[in-house]
C-alpha cells in the first residue's frame, strides 16, 4: 500500500492480557483477511493497486509525508516520501512543486485524464497578470521530475508519479512558460528555457572524455558550460536582432549539492576534487538553460535557438576541434516560434523607431547595448534613404542600411575632423594602442579621416569566396602597375584587390604606404592630425577651450600623438616579447587602449593566458599614472557560425573566445577601472544571414563600413561632453 486514509486519528493499541491461543486465533484471522485483500486488488487495475486506501487505525503513519484530499470525499490521504526518493527529493530541492505534486495525485485518484498535449497539461495558461520570469517559473513537471530523477541515484518503489507526455526526452528542444502565447508587452519578463538531453554524439570517439568546461565556468555553474546555443529574437520587419545569453538553470546547483550528498562524497576532500566527481556525474546528463528577456519594442519576433556545441565539445584547449555543425532547436509550445508583441502601429517601423531614438540623450561611454536599426528607405524598392538630414544625428550606415541604436541613448556622427580637435584639447598628451590587425584596420580609418575603404561595398563584383576555395594564381610574370594616391584620404578603388582588404585581410594592402601607417610594424609612432584648412573650416566647436572673458579660442592645428604597437596578443607568437611592449613606451599619454582575446583564444591555453593578463595588468600599474591616464579595454571581435579550416588551425570557437574576453573585462574593470570599447556586441547583435558572411573571412575580421561604427563608437565616448 502506498497511499494512505488518515480519516480517522490513529489510537495506540490497548494491551489485553489473552491465552496464547486465543492470540494465534486472531493472527491467523487477520492473515487470512489480508490474504483476501491481497487476491481481490490483484484483479484491479494498476492504478487502483497503486492508490489503495486503508481504514486500519493501527497504522503507523510515516512522518515523512505529504498529505492531501480528494474533492468530494472525506478521506484523508497521505503519500510514504521514503518509497519515493524522486519526489521526495524534488520537494526538498523545490518546495513549491508539493502543490503539483499533489495535484497530480488527486487527479489519478479521480481518474482524470489529461489532454494528451503536455505544453496544455503542464505550462501556464495564459493570463495577463503572470509574471512569468525564470524565478516565478517552476520547471514544468515532466521536465523537472526527469532531471531530478538522473540526477538522484535512487529509484521509486513504483510507477505512481509516473506520467505520460509526448515529449521526445532525446532531442533538445526551447520552452516557454505558457501553454498558449498571451497578449505580450514591451517591458515584460519571459523566460526562455532550453533542455539538452545526453546527446552521446560522440560515440566510440577516442578524445570525447577530454572534453570539458573551463573549472571557473564549472565551478560557479556558469555559460559556457557543458553545451552552447545562439539564441536570439529577431524582428521580422526590421532585422533587429536580441540576442539572448543563456545561463545554467539556477536547479543546478541544487542538484549538484544534493547529488553529492546522496553519492556520499567526501567533504574531506578539497573541493577542487569534489569538482571533478561533479564532473564526470554531470556529463551525461540532462542539462538546462535559462534567460529571463525583457521584451523588446512592439513588433512581430522570430525566436530561434541554434545548439552550437555539446558535451564539451567548443572547448579546443582539452580536445581537438570539432565540427560546427548547428542544429535548430524547436519551440514549445507550437505557436511561439513567431513572438508577439503588442500591436502593430500603423505609422512605418522605421520612421517610428528612428524618430524615438533621436529623442534620446547621447551616449556616455563607449559600451553601450544596443541593435541595429534599418534607415528609413524612400521606399520598399528605393536604394536612396529617407531623412538624408537626420543622418549626422546617428553614428552611421552599414553597408546594409542600418545604423547602432543604443537603447538609451544615441552615439551621434563625429567627423574625424571634430574627433582631432576633441582630442587635441582633451587628450594632448596623446593615445596609446595595444592590439592586432582589429586596431590596425581602425588606425588606418583614423588616419585617413574616414576614406580608407569608404563605399566599398560599390565593388563587389564576385562573390566573396573563402581563401581555401579561391585559385591560387601565380602574379610573378606581372608587372605591378605603379599607381595610387597621394595621401591616405585621397584613398580611390583602383584594384579589385582592394575590395578584400576592405573586407578582410588588409595586412599587405596594395597601394597603401607604409609610411604612413605600417601596421605590421611593432611600434609605430603617428599623429592623427588636421591640416590648417581643415582646422580652419571646422570653425569654433564645443571642444574649443575658453579663456579670459569666456572667450573662446580657435585652434588652427589640431595634432594627437599617436603610439601603436601591434601584438598578437599574449601569445608566444610574439617577437619581441609581448611584455616588453608597455615598458618601452616612452611618453605619458592620456588615454591607453588595450585590445585582447582574438589571437589569444586561438593559440593559447585560458589559465596561463589569465596569468599573463595578470602581469601585464602589474605592468600597467607600474608605467602609467592611472590618475591622469584613462585606461580602455577594447573587446574581442565576435566569432560565430565556424571552426577555423585555414592553414593557421586556429583552435577558437565562439563560446572559447566568450570566456577569454569576459575574464579579461572583468579583471581590467576590477583592477584598472577601465572603461570598456565594446565591439563584440555590434558584431553578436546582427541577424544570423549578416553573421554567415564572417565564414568567409578567416581572420574575423569585420568590414571597412562597421569599422567606421566602431570608431564611431569610440569617438563618441570619449568626446561626448
Given at each position: 500500500?502506498?497511499?494512505?486514509?488518515?480519516?480517522?486519528?490513529?489510537?495506540?493499541?490497548?494491551?489485553?492480557?489473552?491465552?496464547?491461543?486465543?492470540?494465534?486465533?486472531?493472527?491467523?484471522?487477520?492473515?487470512?483477511?489480508?490474504?483476501?485483500?491481497?487476491?481481490?486488488?490483484?484483479?484491479?487495475?494498476?492504478?487502483?493497486?497503486?492508490?489503495?486506501?486503508?481504514?486500519?487505525?493501527?497504522?503507523?503513519?510515516?512522518?515523512?509525508?505529504?498529505?492531501?484530499?480528494?474533492?468530494?470525499?472525506?478521506?484523508?490521504?497521505?503519500?510514504?516520501?521514503?518509497?519515493?526518493?524522486?519526489?521526495?527529493?524534488?520537494?526538498?530541492?523545490?518546495?513549491?512543486?508539493?502543490?503539483?505534486?499533489?495535484?497530480?495525485?488527486?487527479?489519478?485518484?479521480?481518474?482524470?485524464?489529461?489532454?494528451?498535449?503536455?505544453?496544455?497539461?503542464?505550462?501556464?495558461q495564459p493570463n495577463s497578470n503572470t509574471n512569468y520570469s525564470c524565478d516565478s517559473q517552476l520547471l514544468p513537471y515532466p521536465i523537472l521530475r526527469k532531471i531530478v530523477a538522473e540526477y538522484?541515484?535512487?529509484?521509486?518503489?513504483?510507477?505512481?508519479?509516473?506520467?505520460?507526455?509526448?515529449?521526445?526526452?532525446?532531442k533538445p528542444f526551447v520552452v516557454l512558460p505558457f501553454s498558449k502565447q498571451p497578449n505580450l508587452i514591451q517591458g515584460q519578463k519571459v523566460c526562455v528555457r532550453v533542455v539538452v538531453p545526453?546527446?552521446?554524439?560522440?560515440?566510440?570517439?577516442?578524445?570525447?572524455?577530454?572534453?570539458?568546461?573551463?573549472?571557473?565556468?564549472?565551478?560557479?555553474?556558469?555559460?559556457?558550460?557543458?553545451?552552447?546555443?545562439?539564441?536570439?529574437?529577431?524582428?521580422?520587419?526590421?532585422?533587429?536582432?536580441?540576442?539572448?545569453?543563456?545561463?545554467?538553470?539556477?536547479?543546478?546547483?541544487?542538484?549538484?549539492?544534493?547529488?553529492?550528498?546522496?553519492?556520499?562524497?567526501?567533504?574531506?576532500?578539497?573541493?577542487?576534487?569534489?569538482?571533478?566527481?561533479?564532473?564526470?556525474?554531470?556529463?551525461?546528463?540532462?542539462?538546462?538553460?535559462?534567460?529571463?528577456?525583457?521584451?523588446?519594442?512592439?513588433?512581430?519576433?522570430?525566436?530561434?535557438?541554434?545548439?552550437?556545441?555539446?558535451?564539451?565539445?567548443?572547448?579546443?584547449?582539452?580536445?581537438?576541434?570539432?565540427?560546427?555543425?548547428?542544429?535548430?532547436?524547436?519551440?514549445?509550445?507550437?505557436?511561439?516560434?513567431?513572438?508577439?508583441?503588442?500591436?502593430?502601429?500603423?505609422?512605418?517601423?522605421?520612421?517610428?523607431?528612428?524618430?524615438?531614438?533621436?529623442?534620446?540623450?547621447?551616449?556616455?561611454?563607449?559600451?553601450?547595448?544596443?541593435?541595429?536599426?534599418?534607415?528609413?528607405?524612400?521606399?520598399?524598392?528605393?536604394?536612396?534613404?529617407?531623412?538624408?538630414?537626420?543622418?549626422?544625428?546617428?553614428?552611421?550606415?552599414?553597408?546594409?542600411?542600418?545604423?547602432?541604436?543604443?537603447?538609451?541613448?544615441?552615439?551621434?556622427?563625429?567627423?574625424?575632423?571634430?574627433?582631432?580637435?576633441?582630442?587635441?584639447?582633451?587628450?594632448?598628451?596623446?593615445?596609446?594602442?595595444?592590439?592586432?590587425?582589429?586596431?590596425?584596420?581602425?588606425?588606418?580609418?583614423?588616419?585617413?579621416?574616414?576614406?580608407?575603404?569608404?563605399?566599398?561595398?560599390?565593388?563587389?563584383?564576385?562573390?566573396?569566396?573563402?581563401?581555401?576555395?579561391?585559385?591560387?594564381?601565380?602574379?610573378?610574370?606581372?608587372?605591378?602597375?605603379?599607381?595610387?594616391?597621394?595621401?591616405?584620404?585621397?584613398?580611390?578603388?583602383?584594384?579589385?584587390?582592394?575590395?578584400?582588404?576592405?573586407?578582410?585581410?588588409?595586412?599587405?594592402?596594395?597601394?597603401?604606404?607604409?609610411?604612413?601607417?605600417?601596421?605590421?610594424?611593432?611600434?609605430?609612432?603617428?599623429?592623427?592630425?588636421?591640416?590648417?584648412?581643415?582646422?580652419?573650416?571646422?570653425?569654433?566647436?564645443?571642444?574649443?577651450?575658453?579663456?579670459?572673458?569666456?572667450?573662446?579660442?580657435?585652434?588652427?592645428?589640431?595634432?594627437?600623438?599617436?603610439?601603436?604597437?601591434?601584438?598578437?596578443?599574449?601569445?608566444?607568437?610574439?617577437?619581441?616579447?609581448?611584455?616588453?611592449?608597455?615598458?618601452?613606451?616612452?611618453?605619458?599619454?592620456?588615454?591607453?587602449?588595450?585590445?585582447?582575446?582574438?589571437?589569444?583564444?586561438?593559440?593559447?591555453?585560458?589559465?596561463?593566458?589569465?596569468?599573463?593578463?595578470?602581469?601585464?595588468?602589474?605592468?600597467?600599474?607600474?608605467?602609467?599614472?592611472?590618475?591622469?591616464?584613462?585606461?580602455?579595454?577594447?573587446?574581442?571581435?565576435?566569432?560565430?557560425?565556424?571552426?577555423?579550416?585555414?592553414?593557421?588551425?586556429?583552435?577558437?570557437?565562439?563560446?572559447?573566445?566568450?570566456?577569454?574576453?569576459?575574464?579579461?573585462?572583468?579583471?581590467?574593470?576590477?583592477?584598472?577601472?577601465?572603461?570598456?570599447?565594446?565591439?563584440?556586441?555590434?558584431?553578436?547583435?546582427?541577424?544570423?544571414?549578416?553573421?554567415?558572411?564572417?565564414?568567409?573571412?578567416?581572420?574575423?575580421?569585420?568590414?571597412?563600413?562597421?569599422?567606421?561604427?566602431?570608431?564611431?563608437?569610440?569617438?563618441?565616448?570619449?568626446?561626448?561632453?
Amino acid at each position: 500500500m502506498t497511499v494512505y486514509s488518515l480519516l480517522e486519528e490513529v489510537a495506540p493499541p490497548k494491551r489485553h492480557h489473552t491465552r496464547r491461543w486465543q492470540i494465534g486465533f486472531l493472527i491467523l484471522g487477520s492473515l487470512a483477511i489480508v490474504a483476501g485483500v491481497i487476491l481481490v486488488r490483484r484483479n484491479q487495475q494498476q492504478d487502483d493497486t497503486l492508490l489503495d486506501k486503508t481504514d486500519d487505525h493501527n497504522i503507523t503513519v510515516p512522518v515523512r509525508s505529504i498529505n492531501f484530499t480528494i474533492p468530494n470525499q472525506d478521506k484523508l490521504y497521505y503519500v510514504d516520501l521514503d518509497k519515493y526518493p524522486v519526489e521526495d527529493n524534488m520537494i526538498k530541492l523545490f518546495a513549491t512543486s508539493q502543490a503539483t505534486l499533489q495535484s497530480l495525485i488527486i487527479d489519478k485518484l479521480s481518474h482524470k485524464k489529461q489532454n494528451g498535449n503536455w505544453t496544455d497539461d503542464w505550462l501556464a495558461q495564459p493570463n495577463s497578470n503572470t509574471n512569468y520570469s525564470c524565478d516565478s517559473q517552476l520547471l514544468p513537471y515532466p521536465i523537472l521530475r526527469k532531471i531530478v530523477a538522473e540526477y538522484t541515484p535512487l529509484t521509486n518503489s513504483d510507477a505512481l508519479y509516473d506520467v505520460e507526455t509526448n515529449i521526445d526526452f532525446s532531442k533538445p528542444f526551447v520552452v516557454l512558460p505558457f501553454s498558449k502565447q498571451p497578449n505580450l508587452i514591451q517591458g515584460q519578463k519571459v523566460c526562455v528555457r532550453v533542455v539538452v538531453p545526453y546527446q552521446n554524439i560522440a560515440g566510440n570517439d577516442t578524445y570525447h572524455l577530454l572534453y570539458r568546461p573551463y573549472d571557473h565556468n564549472n565551478q560557479r555553474l556558469t555559460s559556457p558550460w557543458w553545451d552552447t546555443m545562439m539564441t536570439t529574437l529577431e524582428n521580422i520587419d526590421t532585422n533587429a536582432t536580441l540576442p539572448i545569453t543563456l545561463q545554467p538553470w539556477s536547479g543546478h546547483a541544487l542538484l549538484r549539492n544534493n547529488a553529492r550528498e546522496l553519492n556520499h562524497v567526501n567533504n574531506q576532500i578539497p573541493e577542487w576534487s569534489r569538482l571533478r566527481e561533479d564532473e564526470i556525474y554531470e556529463r551525461e546528463k540532462m542539462h538546462v538553460y535559462e534567460a529571463t528577456v525583457t521584451l523588446p519594442p512592439n513588433g512581430t519576433y522570430q525566436l530561434q535557438s541554434l545548439l552550437e556545441f555539446v558535451e564539451g565539445r567548443y572547448n579546443f584547449e582539452f580536445g581537438p576541434v570539432s565540427p560546427y555543425k548547428p542544429v535548430n532547436l524547436p519551440v514549445y509550445p507550437s505557436d511561439s516560434k513567431q513572438i508577439i508583441i503588442g500591436s502593430q502601429d500603423k505609422e512605418s517601423i522605421e520612421q517610428k523607431q528612428l524618430k524615438e531614438h533621436l529623442a534620446l540623450p547621447l551616449c556616455k561611454g563607449a559600451d553601450n547595448a544596443g541593435r541595429w536599426l534599418p534607415w528609413p528607405r524612400i521606399n520598399s524598392t528605393d536604394s536612396d534613404y529617407a531623412s538624408k538630414e537626420d543622418l549626422h544625428l546617428i553614428a552611421g550606415l552599414t553597408r546594409n542600411g542600418k545604423y547602432w541604436a543604443p537603447y538609451q541613448c544615441r552615439y551621434r556622427h563625429i567627423s574625424y575632423e571634430q574627433f582631432n580637435r576633441c582630442a587635441a584639447n582633451k587628450y594632448s598628451r596623446g593615445i596609446d594602442l595595444y592590439g592586432d590587425s582589429n586596431i590596425r584596420r581602425s588606425v588606418k580609418k583614423f588616419v585617413s579621416h574616414g576614406q580608407w575603404c569608404k563605399n566599398w561595398e560599390h565593388h563587389i563584383d564576385t562573390p566573396l569566396l573563402p581563401e581555401d576555395q579561391a585559385p591560387i594564381v601565380n602574379q610573378s610574370l606581372i608587372k605591378r602597375q605603379q599607381v595610387g594616391y597621394g595621401r591616405p584620404e585621397d584613398y580611390r578603388y583602383i584594384n579589385p584587390s582592394q575590395t578584400r582588404s576592405c573586407y578582410c585581410e588588409d595586412y599587405s594592402e596594395e597601394f597603401w604606404k607604409p609610411e604612413w601607417f605600417n601596421g605590421n610594424a611593432r611600434r609605430f609612432d603617428l599623429q592623427y592630425t588636421n591640416s590648417i584648412q581643415q582646422s580652419l573650416a571646422l570653425g569654433l566647436t564645443e571642444w574649443d577651450q575658453k579663456g579670459t572673458g569666456n572667450i573662446t579660442y580657435l585652434r588652427t592645428h589640431d595634432v594627437v600623438p599617436i603610439s601603436s604597437y601591434k601584438w598578437d596578443g599574449l601569445t608566444y607568437l610574439n617577437n619581441p616579447a609581448w611584455d616588453t611592449a608597455v615598458p618601452t613606451s616612452t611618453k605619458p599619454v592620456d588615454i591607453a587602449i588595450f585590445s585582447l582575446g582574438n589571437w589569444d583564444a586561438a593559440f593559447a591555453r585560458l589559465e596561463p593566458f589569465l596569468n599573463d593578463v595578470d602581469h601585464l595588468i602589474r605592468q600597467i600599474r607600474e608605467h602609467y599614472d592611472l590618475s591622469k591616464t584613462r585606461i580602455i579595454y577594447r573587446t574581442a571581435q565576435y566569432y560565430c557560425c565556424r571552426i577555423d579550416t585555414s592553414g593557421r588551425t586556429r583552435q577558437v570557437s565562439g563560446p572559447r573566445l566568450d570566456v577569454f574576453d569576459k575574464e579579461v573585462q572583468l579583471r581590467f574593470k576590477r583592477e584598472l577601472k577601465a572603461e570598456i570599447w565594446d565591439t563584440y556586441t555590434l558584431g553578436e547583435s546582427k541577424p544570423w544571414d549578416e553573421k554567415i558572411t564572417s565564414i568567409t573571412c578567416p581572420s574575423n575580421h569585420v568590414p571597412a563600413d562597421q569599422v567606421e561604427i566602431e570608431n564611431q563608437v569610440l569617438m563618441n565616448g570619449l568626446c561626448n561632453l
